[in-house]
Structures are given as structure tokens and as C-alpha cells.
């Protein structure tokens, strides 16, 4: 998996988003998934920062382009985005972010700058740590955890809070 501060970090994003939808195309050509130019581009929309966007949001970018832009459009798009592991739904911002790490099937934890919106995907163990055991003592199977940290980036630390 990609380093978490990538976000916040300057880097060749065009390089980085391209790589991205690549790894998104191999991946639902080896599983047999259908990435349909709908799909492909809210994806392509979700790669082009790395900040949540909501669903309005894509709609409007799909405008922008001169796409069909119903909502129901934008949210199966999402779904199956999610479902097949190339976007994550940030809980707190109902919003999406594109997945940095398509391939490895993984629980992960998000870092949100409040002000900017950015966000940082980082590798969590769903096993480790203080929830993992006491899901353990308590014979729990844990299916998925959303674990979102809140603060504020590099650039937004240096401003009011």
C-alpha cells in the first residue's frame, strides 16, 4: 500500500491517478467486473484529488463534462465502486475517496483533514489492537471496521484551528 501521506504530499498526482485507474482496470478485468465509462470516469473524478467528494459533487463534475448527471447515475456508480473495493465511503463526511490500494483485499483507517477535506488511506489490521481483542474475548468476528481520524494536514496545520 501506498505511503498514507501521499495525500499530503506533493507528488506527479497525474502520474499517481493515472496508475491508480490502471490498477482499477486490471483488477475488474482479472475478476470479471464491468468498469463502464460511467463508472470508469466517477472513478477518474474520485482519483483527481485526494480529498472526499460527495455525491453531489461527481454529479456536478459529470455535468461539467457534458455526462448524463442523474443521481441515480452517480450512486451505482459509487456502489459498485465500493462493492468491489476501488472507492471507500468516508462515514463521517458521507463522501467517497478512491481506494489506494485496489489489489489487497484490506480494512482501512482514514486520516481527514478538517479543513481541507483531503484524506489519507492507511493499512489497518482489523485483528490488532484494543478492539480486535476484546472481539476476541467476547467470541465477536469482526467483518469491517471504519476507523476516521480527524485533525488537520501539513498545510492546514500552520493556520487557525
Given at each position: ?12 498526482h497525474a502520474r499517481c491517478a493515472a496508475s491508480a485507474l490502471h490498477a482499477a482496470q ?136
Open positions: 500500500m501506498p505511503s498514507p501521506d501521499l495525500a499530503f504530499r506533493a507528488h506527479d486490471t483488477l475488474c478485468a482479472a475478476r470479471n467486473l464491468r468498469l463502464t465509462p460511467a463508472r470508469a470516469r466517477v472513478l477518474e473524478i474520485l482519483l483527481e484529488a485526494h480529498r472526499a467528494l460527495g455525491a453531489y459533487e461527481i454529479l456536478e463534475r459529470l455535468r461539467e463534462d457534458g455526462q448524463p448527471a442523474q443521481p441515480p447515475v452517480a450512486y451505482r456508480a459509487l456502489n459498485f465502486l465500493c462493492e468491489n473495493g476501488l472507492a471507500h465511503r468516508i462515514e463521517r463526511l458521507n463522501a467517497f475517496v478512491a481506494c489506494v490500494d485496489p489489489q489487497a483485499e484490506h480494512d482501512a483507517a482514514f486520516l481527514i483533514c478538517r479543513r481541507c477535506d483531503r484524506v489519507a488511506e492507511s493499512p489497518r489490521d482489523q485483528d490488532a489492537g484494543h478492539l480486535g481483542a476484546a472481539a476476541a474475548d467476547a467470541g465477536f468476528a469482526i467483518e469491517r471496521t471504519v476507523v476516521e481520524a480527524l485533525g488537520l494536514c501539513p498545510d492546514c496545520q500552520g493556520g487557525q484551528p
